[in-house]
């Protein structure tokens, strides 16, 4: 078994409740790490028998291209598709970062965390 992570991948999207920010945007970090049976490809360095990163970067990608009001759900989608994408992964935790949210003071960022 292996843990793979992708980490501190950045996204300009559109998600939130107050309507200006679905409209004007904001900066998002996206880090995901999930377990995946791996000892096949170390054994053949055949990347048909481990997970493609690049497709899990475009899958993280199109999910938040998506608006959504709340990072849980941005999060839960992430998650969703993953497990529906490769059953082979045990385990996953993606944690989802809002920068400089609009809360009426000075902070770096806000980030919901979910895993299976």
């Known amino acids: 078994m292996a843990i793979i ?9 559109y998600h939130g409740c107050f309507a200006e920010e679905q409209v004007i945007g904001t900066r998002f970090i996206v880090n995901l790490h999930f377990e ?3 000892s096949e490809a170390e054994r053949t ?14 899958l993280v990608k199109a999910e938040m291209e998506q608006k ?16 529906e994408t490769w059953p082979a992964i045990t385990t996953a935790r993606v944690k989802v970062s809002k ?7 000075q902070l770096e960022n806000v980030s919901v965390e979910l895993s299976f």
Do not use: C
Request: net charge negative.
């Open 36 to 38: 995946t049976e791996t």
């Open 68 to 83: 959504s009001k709340l990072l849980e759900h941005v999060a839960r989608r992430i998650l969703d598709k993953l497990r």
């Open 5 to 13: 992570s992708l980490e501190n991948m950045e996204f300009f999207s």
């Open 45 to 58: 360095d055949d990347l048909s028998k481990t997970v493609n990163y690049q497709t899990v970067y475009l």
């Open 99 to 105: 920068m400089n949210p609009p809360l009426g003071g």
